[in-house]
């Protein structure tokens, strides 16, 4: 594990163990399950010090990558998780951290074996979201001097998780050559940038996008059919968007700038606290399922690698049309 980019408390944390007496085969499996968190902070152009990293928040968005994009079993989240908390309980005691920020992660909550009602965003709760998305109301000072710029990236952000079920890395990772504005498609894409699967938008949702993309000044405007990202990362000091002169191209959105302004955003329009991405997606497979569309082309369509998370939503439906 000893290369540039591994952090010394990474390095320690391993040291440990081994000082603890665990055992050469635990170290190692230690040691690859960090690597993988480690690339994560490294995907989200983060530093391994940023007061961010060490922030429940941005763990979650870690796990749910796990959970959505890998289809990680229950079991394997437990490992990662009890992985991940030591580590941090290493920094914790190390005075890295001032807390554990893996105490407000609940693995179990997230894969119970049944849906509930609370796990899905009702009709009210999707009107009330979209419609503050376009409005200025509850904004501050220079929170309204970022709307103009912000409105329609915003709502285009929560128009693909809630229409199409996008996940906060499918959406993170979208770049110009996976969307076509003339053909009114999206093409989803899978970590190592081979196509997954072509969503068909709506005339509206189309032109929302197209609408947030040419409203970005044209000096720092993603390039069409290239590998710029579709969603561009905002300066609220400047008030414009950021350019990464590393890459020399727009800077990417990541997925923890992008939960944070759900959360931002769901509490701006006074709804219940813990609605997610999660939420949104969820929402949108449910919705799916109700047209009576054959189940393996809804499994194809949301990208889900096994038929054992659409039974949960069938399981779900059956449920509430009993009742």
């Known amino acids: 594990?000893?290369?540039?980019?591994?952090?010394?408390?990474?390095?320690?944390?391993?040291?440990?163990?081994?000082?603890?007496?665990?055992?050469?085969?635990?170290?190692?499996?230690?040691?690859?399950?960090?690597?993988?968190?480690?690339?994560?902070?490294?995907?989200?152009?983060?530093?391994?010090?940023?007061?961010?990293?060490?922030?429940?928040?941005?763990?979650?968005?870690?796990?749910?990558?796990?959970?959505?994009?890998?289809?990680?079993?229950?079991?394997?989240?437990?490992?990662?998780?009890?992985?991940?908390?030591?580590?941090h309980l290493f920094l914790y005691s190390q005075r890295k951290c001032l807390t554990n920020p893996m105490n407000g992660i609940e693995i179990d909550n997230i894969l119970d074996d049944s849906f509930t009602e609370e796990m899905f965003l009702s009709k009210q709760e999707r009107e009330t979201?979209?419609?503050?998305?376009?409005?200025?109301?509850?904004?501050?000072e220079n929170q309204l001097?970022?709307?103009?710029?912000?409105?329609?990236?915003?709502?285009?952000?929560?128009?693909?998780?809630?229409?199409?079920?996008?996940?906060?890395?499918?959406?993170s990772a979208l770049s110009m050559s996976h969307l076509s504005f003339i053909n009114r498609e999206l093409k989803v894409i899978t970590n190592n940038d081979l196509t997954k699967r072509t969503i068909s938008l709506s005339n509206e949702d189309s032109e929302l996008l197209y609408d947030y993309y040419t409203s970005i000044p044209s000096a720092v405007r993603p390039v069409q059919h290239?590998?710029?990202?579709?969603?561009?990362?905002f300066d609220f000091k400047r008030l414009t968007y950021r350019w990464s002169?590393?890459?020399?191209?727009?800077?990417?959105?990541?997925?923890?700038?992008?939960?944070?302004?759900?959360?931002?955003?769901?509490?701006?329009?006074?709804?219940?606290?813990?609605?997610?991405?999660?939420?949104?997606?969820?929402?949108?497979?449910?919705?799916?399922?109700?047209?009576?569309?054959?189940?393996?082309?809804?499994?194809?369509h949301f990208g889900m690698k096994t038929s054992l998370t659409l039974n949960r939503y069938l399981d779900y439906l059956q449920t509430t049309a009993s009742h």
């Not at 055992?23 to 983060?46: C, F, G, M």
């Not at 979201?129 to 501050?140: D, F, K, M, V, Y």
């Not at 952000?157 to 959406?171: D, Q």
């Not at 290239?226 to 990362?233: E, H, K, W």
């Open 1 to 87: 594990m000893g290369n540039h980019e591994t952090p010394k408390d990474a390095i320690a944390f391993l040291t440990d163990l081994e000082f603890r007496g665990k055992q050469p085969s635990t170290v190692k499996r230690y040691k690859y399950d960090l690597e993988d968190y480690l690339a994560w902070i490294r995907v989200n152009e983060l530093g391994y010090d940023d007061q961010q990293v060490y922030t429940t928040d941005f763990i979650q968005t870690y796990f749910d990558f796990l959970i959505t994009e890998r289809s990680y079993s229950y079991r394997t989240l437990k490992r990662v998780y009890s992985v991940l908390k030591q580590y």
């Open 245 to 300: 002169y590393e890459t020399n191209k727009p800077k990417r959105l990541t997925e923890i700038a992008i939960q944070k302004m759900i959360r931002q955003e769901i509490a701006r329009a006074g709804l219940r606290k813990g609605i997610s991405a999660q939420h949104f997606r969820r929402t949108a497979i449910l919705n799916q399922l109700k047209t009576n569309q054959n189940a393996e082309d809804i499994q194809h």
């Open 129 to 140: 979201l979209l419609n503050i998305l376009s409005s200025p109301e509850g904004l501050t």
């Open 145 to 171: 001097k970022a709307f103009p710029y912000l409105s329609k990236r915003n709502l285009g952000i929560i128009t693909l998780m809630i229409n199409y079920g996008l996940s906060l890395h499918e959406v």
């Open 226 to 233: 290239t590998g710029d990202p579709f969603f561009v990362a």
